[in-house]
């Protein structure tokens, strides 16, 4: 029989998420036509809203072409500026320019989505300074307003994959906010992963990472007890880390722009992140346990420019040039406590989704040999565990050989602990006869998934 899981564990909607590894976020609204605006105090005029050129399908041509298969668009930042013509404010696209008032970006954002089969995800600002400038503005009033607008945007466009409730300037929204609005996005959209922060906490199917430079901890557990969620102020190592004994399932989710700002400048277009920036950042974060959501900041012409699109494209080539050949593939693998035929550790090596190798259960440490024909040099491993069974080991390491009679460590690989979805790690080249993964702690059997060595491909 396979193993049972372990503590808690992921819902449907946390493992599709984690296998979809990079998501994108698109921050454009009013800020991107003023001068250095990222956080807009609700006053900016809706006449300067005018892209001249937007074409949502070049962005999530942007996304294909890096091979992420969701984006979240920002329908409303703090500002409060709506991109999609909503029925309860004028301060919204109805009133600008663009396309004579007629314009609806999240309706043409929606529709390039599906076009593209990319999943459309939304970032509804809790936090409105726009409404916030109102006379008559009340907290009921503004819990009303914002339950108004998420009705709007979970109905009319379709299957939402993400909703972000940001925490930035949140500090009087009450869970009794939350409540209603989560039970919203429960009932229009069951299949909506929802970002949680502060009073969402709740809610949250995952946690922000505690950082914006796409950075997880290491170790990074899926685990956390919510309350530090809650009070992110003091815990944002925890955020980084997760709780390995932690009472809920609530992963991290790395985002980080990939400009210096969240919204475009001009004067930042030297500053976009090389290949070489994004691969170190996909290694520690999807290689961390964690899943990247990448920011891109369309410009005032509403196009993604050239070299962010260029730069992802070749952050995805890193990614399938190093991981797409397994260097322990042909090599004949044992392990001390196989389970049983079924949980064979070849299936280490199988490159199958449905396969894996897992320890008897009275088993909490194993030790499997991978030994190959002849030498290899690598320079990166990869972990997963089967996140289906919870998190279960808490210490590994890897040693290799040289001459296949005496072992050492990878050093890098020293006092590792979580491995969760994906763990990435990086190592000047070694050259080596017989590789060993060392599961030396754990809560639970080993239940593994996929084990590999890799060269890294050449960076351009
Ligand atoms: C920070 C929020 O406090 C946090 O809850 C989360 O939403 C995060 O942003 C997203 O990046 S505020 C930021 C200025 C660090």
Redesign the pocket.
Known sequence: PAPEPCGPLPNERQIKWYNDEIIAFFHFGINTFENNVNEGDGRAGTFIFNPTALDCRQWTGTLKSAGIPAGILVAKHADGFCNWPSAYTDYCVKNSPWRNGKGNLVKEYAEACRADSIGMGLYLGPHDRHEHLSPLYTKQRYEDYYANQLTELLTDYGPVYEIWW???GADELTISMYTRWYNIVRRLQPECVIFG??NSYCFADVR?VGN?SGIAGNPCWSTINPESIRD?NDNRITLNHGEVNGSAYIPAES?VSIRPSWFYHSYEDKDVKTVKQLWDIYCNSVGHNSVMLLNFAPDRRGLVPAQDSINAAGLRKMIDDTFGNNLLTGASVKSLHQRGKQYAPKNLIDNLSKTYYASKDSNMTDSIVFDLKSPVTFDCLMLQEVIQLGHRTTRWSVDYSVDGKKWEKIPETENLQSIGHKWIVRFDPLKAKKVRLCILDGKACPALHTFGIYKQAILP
């Open positions: 940001d925490g930035a922060t502060r922000w914006e992110e985002d």
